[in-house]
């Protein structure tokens, strides 16, 4: 029962992940609380835990979102805390086979300026399984590195955020972008998150993002690096 509350948990994380992102309005990262203040979200704070480490937002663009620092080492807790708020009936042993993963590249946060030239904030956390945390982990995310974010005060998520979120794993395919949007799209339509005739729209899209992430965070290496 234990599994399956957690799984549960996974399930509406997917569903509003999705619906967020076909809103345009997914963001996985924020330069401050500010961010989300300004567009009418409520910040509250996780119980145990400095607001200058984890909080929690809600509003449009999600029904309760878990942020924290990226260096913030107890991130477990604050994630077990904040489902306890929520009124999940979750122990940490029922976590043991899960992770609490960084929407956005951790250590693009805390190591690497952005285009803005200043670090992170607040990283969306996402509740997923192990096996899709380490297949993008070991594949995608290690292109990531330099990853920048999309607007000043913010990062919204691509759609291989969105899949990641929402427990896929692409194991064997992240040296294939086009086979592995397509295995994801098929994914989310798969267990009912999308419907099959939005599914040309979010492939050609997930491509799109991927390519145009790929070369910013090309140009942001190189920039480090003194070759631009």
Known sequence: ???????????????????????????????????????????????GHNEANAFVSSGSLGANVLWC???????????????????????????????VDHAFHSSAALARAD???????????????????????????RRQTHRI?????YCEGNLGDVLKASNFSPSGLCRDPWRMMAAGVDYLCGNGLIAKSVKPTLY????????????ASAESYARETGQL
């Open 1 to 47: 029962m234990a599994i399956k509350a957690v799984q549960a948990v996974i399930a509406q994380q997917a569903a509003e992940v999705v619906a967020l992102y076909r809103r345009g309005e997914f963001w996985v990262a924020v330069r401050t609380p500010a961010a989300l203040k300004r567009r009418s979200q409520a910040i509250e704070m996780v119980r």
């Open 115 to 141: 285009l803005y030239g200043a670090d992170a904030g607040f990283m969306r956390m996402n509740l997923i399984g192990r096996g899709p945390n380490r297949t993008f982990g070991a594949g995608i995310e």
């Open 69 to 99: 620092a990226p260096g913030y080492d107890r991130y477990r807790p604050a994630m077990l805390d904040f489902l306890r708020a929520s009124g999940h009936a979750i122990t940490a042993t029922d976590l043991e086979h899960f992770d």
């Open 149 to 153: 974010f999309s607007h000043k005060d």
């Open 204 to 215: 050609n899209a997930g491509l799109k993002e991927y390519f145009a992430d790929q070369q």
